[in-house]
């Protein structure tokens, strides 16, 4: 039968209490990062610097069909820190992915839009999506980030954290 903690040796007592201290300190700690990892759910900027929170939207868009906006956003992300020797590559491969009319992930810009963009094709420099950028956010954020919030894919993430 136990005798209680009494009969145990000092040294095991002391080594206990450290043990004791290190795991409330550890429950602290992942107390604080739920709660920061719950954040991450609350705006779309926050939600696309996370790697988990950007997994579970690009698994939502792909459920609606609707994944080249965030795909779009994030080439255009790539595109900013690129070399400026490859900037008229990768802004060709933007184009002809996204912009061109008969583009495999055609994204949704207004007519004005493309047509800045077709203008300056031949001298991209690395703000030459940034308008096309701000609108296709823009649209995510005001669409399907809402949606996102009130879907499956929303609660997974949470449960994830």
């Not at 912009?99 to 839009?113: F, G, H, R, S, Y």
Request: hydrophobic share 35%; charged share 25%.
């Amino acid at each position: 039968m136990c005798k209680g903690l009494s009969y145990l040796p000092s040294s095991c007592l002391e080594k206990a209490k450290g043990m004791r201290v290190k795991l409330s300190h550890l429950a602290e700690i992942h107390h604080k990062q739920k709660v920061q990892d719950g954040k991450i759910l609350q705006d779309l900027e926050t939600l696309l610097g996370s790697k988990i929170g950007l997994q579970a939207f690009r698994g939502f868009l792909r459920s609606e069909f609707s994944e080249e906006n965030l795909e779009f956003w994030l080439a255009c992300e790539d595109y900013r820190v690129s070399p400026s020797n490859m900037q008229k590559t990768k802004a060709s491969s933007i184009y002809n992915q996204f912009i061109n009319p008969d583009a495999p992930l055609e994204v949704n810009l207004d007519a004005e839009t493309r047509e800045a963009l077709l203008s300056v094709m031949d001298s991209p420099c690395a703000d030459t999506f940034n308008l096309a950028q701000q609108r296709i956010y823009s649209l995510m954020a005001k669409d399907s980030f809402p949606r996102f919030l009130r879907s499956h894919h929303c609660a997974e993430a949470i449960k994830a954290y």
